[in-house]
């Protein structure tokens, strides 16, 4: 599977604000972007001036990419099936992201980050209609439901996650099981996707 494996604080600092990659961390003063509120490297303050229009438009895309962790091939091929389908491309795009199997676990709180809710699923414990699934990009449909296996409901990690997030499940899920159960009832709407991301642009950039 191919993924992201360097630092993901860096990736933060980048961006200038917090894309919550790591959890409760990102939540404390340890968060490095708390001590350093600028990009890394050695010229990183340099990098504090306005930017071209082009410019603003990569960082979006990139911010988009860094929040869900997909690597950029990917991401350009969801752009390009968004862009084939009816409707508005951005809100089509952001709502294929939200459908991918890791994100509705991170969603439904069972992972602390996007990146413990992908390994949840690459080690088996999520189950997808019943059957077992380990494909993080999954793309689930309007009334799939995803659940916990019955060993993985007790956890430890799993339990704390439940027991200590403060994270709303959004209104286009709905929880079941005691919280080991959640199912998809409609297709997330722009308003219900509460990532800092102007997708318009991220149309902008791929359009040229």
Not at 108 to 130: D, E, F, M, P
Request: with cysteine.
């Amino acid at each position: 599977m191919a993924r992201y494996t360097g630092p993901v604080c860096r990736l933060c600092r980048r961006e200038k604000m917090k894309l919550f990659l790591k959890g409760p961390k990102c939540d404390s003063m340890k968060c490095p972007i708390e001590r350093r509120p600028y990009p890394p490297g050695e010229h990183g303050r340099d990098r504090m001036r306005q930017g071209s229009e082009y410019l603003t438009q990569l960082r979006e895309k990139q911010k988009a990419r860094r929040i869900y962790g997909i690597l950029e091939k990917q991401f350009h091929n969801l752009y390009v099936e968004a862009n084939r389908q009816a409707g508005i491309t951005g809100e089509n795009l952001l709502r294929m992201l939200e459908l991918r199997a890791d994100n509705v676990v991170f969603r439904a709180g069972w992972g602390a980050s996007r990146s413990q809710a992908r390994q949840l699923v690459r080690h088996g414990h999520v189950l997808v209609n019943g059957k077992r699934m380990t494909i993080p990009s999954y793309r689930l449909r309007k009334g799939d439901v995803v659940a916990l296996k019955g060993k993985s409901r007790d956890m430890i990690v799993v339990r704390h996650n439940l027991d200590t997030l403060d994270r709303q499940i959004p209104p286009w899920l709905e929880t079941g099981a005691e919280g080991a159960e959640v199912t998809v009832r409609e297709l997330p709407l722009r308003e219900h996707i509460d990532v800092p991301v102007r997708e318009s642009l991220i149309v902008e950039l791929y359009s040229k």
